[in-house]
């Protein structure tokens, strides 16, 4: 499916896009989606619309089945990669949950600024981005997702997340038919 509109006030969400996260195995070009994520980035800048940089420094406390990393993490390991240079108009937000909303002040910050549409990219596609899209739709938002500007660590998981998942959460499409619209 390919994006219909984006509404006029319209906020960019990019999960996770810092050094720990990007480091890890995934099932497409990490890189890749750094760049492209950078180029949407700048294209928001430029079209003065919010641009909300997320970073993950944490876990939710509850059980899993899945075994929690050990060791410490690095130092860097929830910096935000250089490629998306932060810029002071930018919206910072520290989560330590899979979704950007839950428990952050980001539903209060894009409210204060009449936002009614979200696009949402990043790492990983059924992680951090999926919930980060799940909260906005669940609390209103009109969502964009951008199928080539995320990535997972498992194809299949990626897979589901784009063909059964964001179709119900709302518009799917690529960085170049969202560069157009911005253009527009």
Known sequence: MAFSKL???????????QYGIVALPTCGDASAVVTISAQIVQAFRQQQRP???VNV??????????????GQQPDNWATLVPELQPASTDMLITKHNWGAFINTDLHQQLQARGITQVVVIGIATSMGVESTAR????LGYNVALVTDAMTDLNQETHNNSIQRVFPRLGETGTAAELLALLAG
């Open 57 to 70: 420094a944490g876990r939710a406390p509850g059980r899993t089945e899945l075994p929690a990393r050990a």
């Open 7 to 17: 509404d006029p006030n319209t906020a960019l969400i990019v999960i996770d896009l």
């Open 51 to 53: 641009v909300v940089l």
């Open 135 to 138: 909260q906005a739709f669940e």
